[in-house]
T-cell receptor, first 110, second 117 residues
Framework: SQQGEEDPQALSIQEGENATMNCSYK?????LQWYRQNSGRGLVHLIL?????REKHSGRLRVTLDTSKKSSSLLITASRAADTASYFC??????????FGGGTRLMVKP | DTGVSQNPRHKITKRGQNVTFRCDPI?????LYWYRQTLGQGPEFLTY????????KSRLLSDRFSAERPKGSFSTLEIQRTEQGDSAMYLC???????????????FGEGSRLTVL
């Protein structure tokens, strides 16, 4: 298994703005997943993008994957205060577990 | 699905005491994972089970940590002789049995927060 590295470590924006966070990883993957964690809570799966996909949408979320650069980005459009959370990427390489980096801490100010 | 359930949600103990956390996965999920998360960090993988078999335990932090899943349903994580450095959130996750390749998608519980005084 391998972990992703999220960038930036922290991001502060105003409500209504878009938030973009990036993820880099090291070796080939089967898919890449994004999770959200509200303070003091468990992680919640947001979206999974397969290695043969380049872009995926789910509501206000847009995920891109560039396997040649070994990177992914998560875009949250029209952010809300409720989007305040930590976001983790998890590259999955057909091992048996997911490993996580330090995440991006997003703060959306009302 | 009722979700992954963890108990207790909070535990305060004195150094040297033993603690046990319980995780009830989503029913029929055959894989169960334990992670530890310290403040400001991402979850750190500890161990996982497929049904009742513990298939990876080399990342348990020390021999004071042990986990069981005796009947392939709920699991327990025990920490013996707790130390202040064990203070953390302990997260449990489970994943679906699928007919196709495993995708790695995890369903997490709300965690058990341990404070060692």
């Amino acid at each position: 298994s391998q972990q992703g590295e999220e960038d930036p470590q922290a991001l502060s924006i105003q409500e209504g703005e878009n938030a973009t966070m990036n993820c880099s990883y090291k070796t080939s993957i089967n898919n890449l997943q994004w999770y959200r964690q509200n303070s003091g809570r468990g992680l919640v799966h947001l979206i999974l993008i397969r290695s043969n996909e380049r872009e995926k949408h789910s509501g206000r979320l847009r995920v891109t994957l560039d396997t040649s650069k070994k990177s992914s980005s998560l875009l949250i459009t029209a952010s809300r205060a409720a989007d305040t959370a930590s976001y983790f990427c998890a590259p999955f390489d057909a091992g048996n577990m997911l490993t996580f980096g330090g995440g991006t801490r997003l703060m959306v100010k009302p | 699905d009722t979700g992954v359930s963890q108990n207790p949600r909070h535990k305060i103990t004195k150094r040297g005491q033993n603690v046990t956390f319980r995780c009830d996965p989503i029913s029929e999920h055959n894989r169960l994972y334990w992670y530890r998360q310290t403040l400001g960090q991402g979850p750190e993988f500890l161990t996982y089970f497929q049904n009742e078999a513990q298939l990876e335990k080399s990342r348990l932090l020390s021999d004071r940590f042990s986990a069981e899943r005796p009947k392939g349903s709920f699991s327990t994580l025990e920490i013996q002789r707790t130390e202040q450095g064990d203070s953390a959130m302990y997260l449990c996750a489970s994943s679906k049995r699928t007919s196709g390749p495993f995708t790695g998608e995890l369903f997490f519980g709300e965690g058990s927060r341990l404070t060692v005084l």
